[in-house]
């Protein structure tokens, strides 16, 4: 192991990860999902960017090549549905009245 | 028949500062929690098996707390509820005894005017408090008492139409489930998962929409517990995804064998000046200092 | 009142709802410190608990005469105006409290309340007083801004402020209650009730018997405007004029703030930044609070899609950048949001009003996002009050069809909603153009660190070399900064 004679700097202070930033959000999870994602379209896109774009993490790509997703911590943005190149691969909607997310410093 | 409902509305993700344990809450945020909620569903389903027997089955839920617990009561009251509400104060003091205390205020509420509920329900395992609270009420009204309940029907005829028990069920562990007869009175706790909550239709959400709340005044707290000290809250410990890579990298990782090490270094008797210098050089020459300036 | 027109008629939707009387099951004695509800004069008559004004005889017997879709900030405004005006209104929110689901970028610019609740300097829950305004361009390590220190925008009557949309949101949804609006919060609505001749007659919701008929709607609903899409009047936001907000809410010792940002007492500052995004068009922010500091980004959503790069790794790489970083040394993060803004700008707002229906606030893309002025809550509710008035007009003269409510495009083109926006309309093509994202802060940067390192015995080498210089580092050409120059002319003309 060449780097162990000169071991590497300190790294810098961590930013939190985005598991400890959603930690700090309130999500009241309503019983029904309100974003439903078709996995059969999401095989035949090639460049998902649902996976990077969406903010809170909820998209992740299957080994079979389709896309799994969670509604329960879904910040309700909306960038999913835009960024879907896919048409009708993802249906988009708001959760159950005075369910979804709570913020409380926005 | 008379059916209560206590609800305790509670900030679910309080504030909890890391040095001093101060817990702040956000009185917008506060809410039922499922404990809460399902004691609302099922006394609603009571009341609806109930009044289709033809009995006339009243509802009543009580808060006690400040007046950010009305949006609660609200929706109560479109479901077809009565409400009252208990004033306390927002901030939760540290005393042993505030849940007895909030019994006590409760129990006045509950049985205001010569009024008796047949049934007091509440949630199980609130989120801001140790969960004695039923247990206080049915010791101060005198009530039966069956907590951590999932469902709740009732059984037999009892005088007026309504039922002269009730037939809980219960979760034990190894997957039992107790079924308990209630006699009436009593207070019961109900699961979180065992009801999900209905809503209220909109006209009655409307209805109650920016209506006050009847209010009583909480009275006068009488401790006889003192509480000496109280350990600092904590904050809430949270889920961290399991670690990455496999468990024998991790292993050599953590413990740092097969990693070669700096052998020990003897730089002989040396004075306080001297010492300091060569620790110094060390660390910058690892660079966990800057280097040297000038 | 006038009676409605004939054109209000609808179906009759159910009887109206039943009186309620909250504490029906409590003991009939009195209760005592009952909560009597606050009565001002335009509401006198909802001073008995739950005897709500009572729906005009006439067509659909359940209509309200105005349901207004979000309690947000245009929402709340236009509910006011309708309530001031002696209509019955009411306000839906999907959310448990009016502002659970808005997140902001920064600085609201209450002065448009002025008129409307002249003591909102006392009353409205502000955190910080901004008197510090910085536009920040980023390159790589270094930092070249304009810092703006203006002390009289503590002073009444006061300029930019920042707050919680929580708190803020909550007090003038309240003003709106206070007035006589009927809040209904946890409310979702999910469509449009459709009247003769396919005009908008109310709204679905998502609670049992959840429709509600209304002499006319106004949707505020927000970025994503569902109702909006659904009456036609808009295609639905698109990647390329909407923006993904990031932000990070981080606490810190007011101390510890007022020292770090320079400021005193409930002085706030707020920081606009340039050239941070990592190439994705956008811009970040930094801004203080009471006890906390903001910090996030604003991504054009059809950037960062093709960028491939997570948003929350770009408001990293701002927190890490060296001009930022000591602001937010040894912070917790508190709340971690994500929203939508509408950035196309007058170009690509949707029709502002149709049969039945006004769209106000993000719903109708009034945020302005003109690189030097980031407005939007301003906007909203602007365009909020001139709906409720248009609304309460129209309902006066018995015509809320299109025609009658012309009159609301014709108040927003004339006060600063529409003005701003129409004067300003080359600025979002402006600002995230690729030479204004990627090649100015550099150039700046540049320009900056060259004319203030003195490395003598070299004699300085002059401005206007390196001004040619830096722009040629940065691929800029002179042609380029002169079509620029001329461009900025004429947008912020």
Not at chain 2, 92 to 116: K, N, S, V
Not at chain 2, 230 to 245: F, K, L, Y
Not at chain 3, 475 to 493: P, T
């Amino acid at each position: 192991m060449s780097s162990a004679d000169r071991p590497r700097p300190l790294p810098p202070a961590e930013e939190p990860s985005l598991a400890d930033r959603m930690a700090t959000v309130d999500f009241d999870v309503g019983a029904r999902p309100h974003i439903t994602v078709d996995t059969r379209v999401c095989r035949s896109c090639t460049t998902k960017p649902c996976v990077t774009a969406c903010p809170a993490d909820l998209f992740s790509p299957t080994a079979d090549g389709g896309v799994l997703f969670n509604y329960e911590h879904c910040f309700e943005c909306g960038t999913c549905y835009l960024v879907c190149n896919e048409a009708g691969a993802i249906s988009w909607g708001y959760p159950d009245g005075g369910r979804g997310v709570v913020f409380r410093k926005g | 028949m008379l059916i209560s409902v206590v609800l305790a509305p509670a900030d679910p993700l309080p504030d909890v500062d890391p040095l001093t344990a101060e817990v702040r809450t956000d009185r917008r945020a506060c809410r039922l929690s499922p404990g809460d909620a399902a004691a609302l569903e099922l006394a609603l389903r009571l009341a609806d098996g109930l009044r289709e027997g033809g009995a006339a089955p009243r509802l009543l839920a009580v808060a006690a707390g400040p007046p950010g617990h009305d949006a609660a009561l609200r929706e109560a009251a479109a479901l077809g509820a009565g409400v009252l509400r208990v004033d306390r104060p927002p901030e939760r003091p540290e005393d042993a005894e505030y849940e007895a205390h909030t019994a006590e205020a409760l129990a006045g509420a509950l049985t205001r005017g010569g009024d008796r509920p047949d049934l007091v329900l509440c949630g199980a395992g609130p989120a801001d408090a140790p969960g004695a609270l039923p247990a206080f009420l049915a010791h101060r009204l005198g009530f039966a008492q069956a907590l951590g309940l999932l469902s709740l029907a009732p059984s037999g005829a009892g005088p007026g139409g309504g039922p002269a028990g009730l037939t809980g069920v219960r979760r034990l562990d190894r997957g039992r489930r107790e079924v308990l007869g209630v006699p009436l009175p009593a207070v019961c706790s109900v699961e979180g998962t065992g009801a999900e909550p209905r809503r209220a239709p909109l006209a009655a959400a409307l209805a109650a929409a920016g209506a006050p709340v009847p209010v009583v005044q909480a009275p006068a707290a009488r401790p006889r517990v003192r509480a000496v000290s109280v350990g600092p809250a904590r904050p809430r410990t949270r889920p961290v995804p399991p670690p990455q890579g496999d468990a024998h990298r991790r292993i050599l990782a953590l413990t740092g064998a097969l990693e070669r090490t700096e052998r020990p270094t003897v730089l002989g008797p040396l004075g306080a000046a001297e010492a300091a210098d060569a620790l110094l050089a060390f660390l910058r020459r690892h660079d966990h200092l800057p280097e040297a300036e000038g | 009142m006038t009676s409605p027109s004939a054109d209000d008629r609808r179906p009759a939707d159910g009887p109206p709802p039943p009186p309620v009387d909250l504490g029906a099951a409590a003991p009939s004695e009195r209760v005592d410190g009952a909560v009597a509800p606050r009565s001002t004069p335009s509401a006198g008559d909802r001073a008995a608990p739950l005897r709500f004004r009572e729906p005009e005889p006439g067509p659909g017997p359940g209509a309200v005469d105005a349901v207004v879709v979000g309690a947000g900030p245009a929402g709340a405004a236009a509910a006011l105006e309708l309530a001031r005006a002696g209509r019955s209104v009411v306000l839906l929110e999907r959310g448990p409290f009016p502002g659970a689901k808005n997140v902001y970028g920064g600085v609201i610019y209450p002065r448009v309340l002025d008129g409307v609740l002249p003591d909102w300097r006392e009353e409205a829950p502000v955190q910080r007083w901004v008197v510090r305004r910085s536009t920040v361009m980023l390159s790589g390590e270094r930092a070249v801004s304009v810092d703006v220190r203006a002390p009289a925008w503590g002073r009444p009557p006061g300029n930019g402020v920042t707050a919680y949309r929580s708190d803020f949101d909550s007090w003038l949804a309240g003003e709106a209650v206070r007035a006589g609006a009927r809040l209904v919060p946890s409310t979702t609505a999910t469509g449009l009730l459709r009247g003769p001749g396919g005009r908008v007659a109310g709204v679905r919701t998502d609670r049992p018997g959840g429709d509600l008929p209304a002499r006319v709607v106004i949707a505020c609903d927000g970025v994503n405007s569902l109702l909006a899409r659904e009456a036609g009047l808009h295609p639905g936001p698109r990647a390329r004029h909407v923006a993904l907000g990031v932000k990070e809410v981080i606490a810190l010792p007011r101390d510890a703030i007022d020292q770090r940002f320079g400021l005193s007492g409930d002085e706030g500052a707020d920081f606009e930044m340039l050239g941070c995004t990592g190439g994705i068009p956008g811009g970040g922010f930094l801004y203080t609070n009471a006890e906390t500091v903001a910090v996030g980004a604003v991504l054009s959503v059809e950037g960062l899609a093709s960028s491939g790069r997570r948003p929350e790794e770009v408001v990293d790489g701002i927190k890490r950048h060296p001009a930022i970083a000591p602001y937010l040394r040894g912070g917790t993060v508190k709340e971690y949001a994500a929203h939508l803004v509408p950035e196309g700008g007058y170009r690509h707002m949707p029709r502002l009003y149709g049969d039945g229906i006004l769209v106000a606030g993000d719903a109708a893309g009034m945020t302005l996002a003109a690189g030097i002025w980031l407005e939007g809550v301003n906007f909203a509710i602007g365009a909020g009050l001139a709906a409720g008035r248009a609304a309460a007009e129209a309902l006066a003269l018995g015509d809320t069809g299109r025609r009658g409510l012309a009159r609301y495009g014709r108040a927003l083109r004339s006060s600063f909603v529409l003005a701003d926006h129409a004067r300003l309309r080359g600025a979002p093509g402006l600002v995230l153009s690729p030479r204004v994202q990627q090649r100015y802060p550099g150039l700046a940067a540049d320009l900056a660190q060259a004319a203030f390192t003195v490395d003598n015995p070299a004699p300085k080498p002059g401005l206007a070399r390196l001004l040619l210089r830096a722009a040629r580092a940065n691929g800029v050409r002179l042609h380029h900064l002169a079509a620029d120059a001329w461009r900025v002319a004429r947008v912020f003309r």
